[in-house]
């Protein structure tokens, strides 16, 4: 590991906006804030919005700007990602933001039910040898109604045109209510102004891949409690290009 990601895991520890639980840590010592966010750490009664895969957070401070009405903790395994985000809001004094290390696959370890309203997944690995690796596969979205509001809101936003297309799949196979879709966000006219909003937020890889002229692709859908999730059997054609710091993409024509 290099120097300075030892030094930035060292002042993450020093960081109060920062909650380190990584798998090996959450086994042994139980999260007390599950169920108190609002009362232990942002001290308001605003709704609580979680960025899943956030990388540097720099995604997960723009909507804490946009949005100071609302709270949004930011979720990401590698510390040394994180560091920028949380550095960036404590310097901004950025009150409505946090950040949680810790494996997304026991996300609902930290959160008591109805504690969250939206999830924000923001140029998420498309996973397409591994469907139950996407997070908007059922496995994710069976713990996502653990701790979300019935009919809470899911926002995907990513340059992928396989995980758009199958989570399009997987919300038409499960009669999710699609609130808004677009396969080109940034050349989508009749856009309405709560949408339009997040047009204003651009991470430093998503302005590099608009420079390539590839599309935004951005849905919105609510996650009921009371539908039995499937999975959608659809042959879906793979992504042709290599995402900027993402595996080569795999030779083969489709994926389910």
């Not at 990388?55 to 100071?68: C, S």
């Amino acid at each position: 590991m290099g120097k300075g990601k030892l030094e930035k895991f060292a002042e993450l520890d020093t960081f109060d906006n920062v909650f380190q639980y990584p798998f090996s840590v959450i086994e042994e010592v139980p999260f007390d804030m599950k169920g108190k966010w609002h009362q232990k750490y942002f001290n308001n009664d605003n709704p609580i919005v979680l960025e899943l895969g956030c990388g540097k957070g720099e995604y997960t401070v723009e909507l804490a700007r946009l949005y100071p009405e609302k709270n949004f903790i930011g979720v990401d395994i590698k510390g040394a990602r994180l560091w920028t985000g949380a550095k960036m809001a404590l310097g901004e004094s950025l009150k409505n933001v946090a950040f949680l290390r810790t494996n997304i696959e026991i996300i609902d370890r930290f959160f008591a039910p109805n504690e969250v309203t939206e999830i924000w997944l923001t140029f998420s690995d498309p996973q397409m040898k591994n469907p139950r690796k996407r997070l908007t596969s059922t496995y994710f979205m069976e713990r996502y109604r653990h701790f979300m509001v019935d009919g809470g809101t899911i926002h995907l936003k990513t340059d992928s045109n396989f995980l758009f297309t199958y989570t399009t799949y997987m919300a038409e196979k499960n009669q999710l209510p699609v609130l808004f879709r677009t396969e080109d966000l940034y050349h989508t006219s009749g856009i309405d102004k709560e949408t339009s909003k997040i047009l204003s937020i651009q991470t430093y890889y998503e302005s590099m891949w608009l420079e390539r002229g590839l599309s935004i692709r951005y849905m919105k859908f609510s996650l009921p409690h009371s539908i039995l999730l499937q999975e959608p059997e659809k042959e879906i054609e793979l992504d042709e290009y290599r995402s900027y710091h993402r595996p080569k993409r795999s030779g083969i024509d489709k994926r389910k």
